[in-house]
Nanobody, 124 residues
Framework: VQLVESGGGLVQAGDSLRLSCAASGRPFTSYGMGWFRQTPGKEREFVAAINWSGGTTDYTDSVKGRFTISRDNAENMVYLQMGSLKPEDTADYYC??????????????????WGQGTQVTVSS
């Protein structure tokens, strides 16, 4: 499956931003989907995940209540709605697809396919 992220940019603290990930290839419902982020010199960090139906989601503690992951299986899209953005949210954000479709997996090792990333910069 191929994944292409979009929607990153430069915003101010407190703003909102929606990231999109377009998937192509095998049936989209075969995959659980996740969002990860990475800053220079640090390991890739789990942000949010969603199972194939959208009925199960998971978030890292630092984004709970501010970010929402969702998916549109008819359009082969997954989204990350980010609100109340903070400078510490600044990172490259990556969309990923996991073969564990029933789960909202946190471990990056569960994900086989990755997008190229989209940059989010939050200024203070």
């Amino acid at each position: 499956v191929q994944l292409v992220e979009s929607g990153g940019g430069l915003v101010q603290a407190g703003d909102s931003l929606r990231l999109s990930c377009a998937a192509s290839g095998r049936p989209f419902t075969s995959y659980g989907m996740g969002w990860f982020r990475q800053t220079p010199g640090k390991e890739r960090e789990f942000v949010a995940a969603i199972n194939w139906s959208g009925g199960t989601t998971d978030y890292t503690d630092s984004v709970k209540g501010r970010f929402t992951i969702s998916r549109d299986n008819a359009e082969n899209m997954v989204y990350l709605q980010m609100g109340s953005l903070k400078p510490e949210d600044t990172a490259d954000y990556y969309c990923a697809a996991s073969g564990y479709a029933d789960y909202a997996a946190r471990r990056s090792s569960a994900y086989r396919y990755w997008g190229q990333g989209t940059q989010v910069t939050v200024s203070s």
